[in-house]
């Protein structure tokens, strides 16, 4: 029997030079906002080094979620601009913002420089680039989904949402490059600061290129005929008929395809080095393997909702990463740090505090501080990746820790100088650290013990997951508003989803890792929005493949 389906056409000159054009400044764009991420565990030590280590990694995810948490604001910024003086120059000033802002933090003097300073313009420089990137996207998908031929924009758009993950391979390769030519500890004092600084010469790169690129043939004629809209924002979000689009886009799409993407990518690589001990550098070259035999799949996927539908892929894409999260990731346990996993299996730990004490270590401003007995207590274990349960007790304010037959108090610091909490609380970690070890903890990932094609195995299924949720998205995302307001429209949900539920995604993650002890319950948290995701999809969305984009037009 025939196929239904026309055999494709090659891509016109022009339309490779559109999505290469696109594509490129979007990677260099995606590799200076997640560089952060990668270095995540230095910046703690060179921006929040007044804090103790597990508070001082917590504040650098926070610093880490601030430009996520902007995000969504950049989208309405730029969204409006590019739905009213068009796609091309919309973006090139978001890319102007992002390369300007990460070449500032490579020039940023650390805290024991210039104090408290430090992290406040670290943050200030996160939120720019939050802004940036929330404007970046949009433009660069609805860019190239309004180059695409009809039946093809899945196809098309999919080579847009490789550069997500090009751009973070693209950080982890030039930090393990820079890491390894300089060797850890030059590259820990100053030599961290050259991935950064290396951003103005991809935002030279960047500018050229799209300084080259031409309007959308879909904004001009939508101009031409005098339809633009004069309040994209109000249009968007201020008629129901709109708003309804929006926020099913928001909770039937791109909410559990964020939780996907970071848990596959980001979540996957801090488990990695902070649950489970394993070499920040040996961390990130089986993540590099693992995203490049993957990033072909946003193509395959791409094109495959082309022929069945944006909605079949992306949620069920959805509906695996729900339903496998929780025996994949134990399973990466066992094969990147099996003494750990056996050391849980055998050793009880249990923190014993009045639960009235103890607070969920959830902090997405950053102006919190978690110092009660209980907290630091359970701040120290989930450093050092304990599997805990918790016993209500009063202790009179304290925190005891019960770690196989040694007890460990964590007296308050109620009366005590700062100084005087300082020593308690080093010299609580020296014997939880000593006790631990006594039941078989290891401090660090046996390399020799590791099962790296494992590893790697797990990690590509979880990118394949990014893939199946993530390929499609753009051209879903496209088809469902008009031109006048597309923008605007498709950035912000793009943005709540992926800059509230994905980047809150590690943050969040680890608060509940504190809160009951469970390494692996902080993935409860992509899983119910991955599967809340799947409900809400498949009952109130329509697919869009075949439509005609510019109907309204």
């Known amino acids: 029997m025939a196929s239904t389906h026309p055999a494709p056409v090659p891509m016109t000159r022009e339309e490779v030079r559109v999505i290469f054009a696109s594509s490129l400044g979007t990677v260099f764009e995606w590799y200076d906002f997640y560089l952060y991420g990668a270095l995540a565990t230095i910046l703690a030590r ?61 020039l940023l003097p650390s805290y024991d420089s210039i104090g408290v300073a430090a992290p406040v313009v670290l943050i200030g420089l996160r ?50 490059g820079t890491r390894t030519v300089l060797g850890e500890h030059d590259f820990s ?15 030279g790169i960047s500018v050229w290129i799209r300084l080259a690129l031409a309007e959308t043939p879909a904004f001009q004629r939508m101009k031409a005929r005098g339809r633009g809209s004069r309040a994209p924002v109000a249009e968007s979000f201020g008629q129901w008929k709109n708003l309804k689009l929006a926020l099913l886009a928001l909770g039937g799409l791109t909410a559990g395809q964020a939780v996907v993407w970071y848990t596959g990518q980001f979540y996957a690589l801090f488990f990695l080095t902070q649950q489970l001990q394993v070499d920040a550098t040996a961390a990130q070259l089986m993540l590099a393997v693992a995203l490049l035999l993957g990033t072909p ?13 944006r909605k079949p892929v992306i949620l069920l894409g959805c509906a695996l990463a729900a339903a496998t999260y929780f025996p994949v990731f134990q399973a990466l346990s066992v094969a990147a ?45 989930a450093t050092h990746s304990v599997h805990y349960a918790n016993e209500a007790q009063s202790v009179d304010g304290s925190a005891l820790v019960r770690i196989g037959p040694m007890e460990i108090v964590l007296q308050s610091s109620a009366g005590q100088s700062a100084a005087e909490t300082r020593k308690r609380d080093r010299a609580f970690h020296e014997a939880v650290a000593a006790a631990l070890t006594a039941q078989g903890y290891p401090r660090q990932a046996d390399p020799e013990a590791m099962n790296r094609p494992m ?62 002890g469970d390494i692996y319950s902080g993935l409860w948290y992509p899983v119910l929005i991955a599967g809340a995701t799947v409900v809400i999809g498949a009952l109130g969305l329509r697919e869009t493949r075949g439509i005609d984009m510019y109907a309204d037009d």
Not at 55 to 62: D, E, R, T
Not at 147 to 165: D, E, F, K, M, V
Not at 475 to 499: K, Q
């Open 46 to 106: 060179q921006y929040f080094s007044a804090l103790d280590s597990g508070s001082a990694f917590l504040f650098a995810l926070l610093a880490f979620a601030a430009g996520f948490v902007v995000r969504p604001f950049g989208a309405l910024l730029f969204g409006r601009l590019g739905d009213l003086i068009g796609r091309k120059y919309t973006f090139l000033v978001t890319i102007l913002i992002m390369g300007l802002a990460t070449f500032a933090v490579g």
């Open 127 to 176: 939120l720019l680039q939050g802004l940036a990137l929330g404007g970046e996207y949009g433009g660069a998908a609805v860019y190239v989904a309004e180059h695409a031929p009809q039946g093809r924009r899945g196809t098309y758009t999919a080579w847009i949402q490789t550069t997500a993950t090009l751009g973070l391979l693209m950080a982890l390769l030039v930090v393990m």
């Open 189 to 203: 004092d100053w030599g961290w600061r050259i991935p950064f600084l290396v951003s103005i010469v991809l935002l």
């Open 297 to 309: 799949f946003f193509i395959v996927f791409g094109a495959l909702s082309d022929r069945v539908g």
């Open 337 to 381: 740090n099996p003494a750990l996993a056996a050391a849980q299996e055998r050793s009880q730990v249990v923190v014993v505090a009045d639960p009235a004490d103890c607070s969920f270590q959830f902090n997405p401003t950053g102006a919190a501080r978690f110092t009660s007995p209980c907290d630091r207590a359970k701040q120290v274990l």
């Open 455 to 516: 590893v790697v195995a797990l990690l590509f299924y979880l990118m394949l997951l990014v893939t199946m949720v993530y390929g499609p998205i753009a051209a879903a995302l496209a088809e469902m508003f008009p031109t006048r307001i597309r923008y605007t429209s498709m950035s912000l949900p793009y943005h709540i989803g992926n800059g509230w539920f994905g980047g809150l995604l590690p943050p969040m993650a680890f608060a509940i890792v504190a809160q009951t």
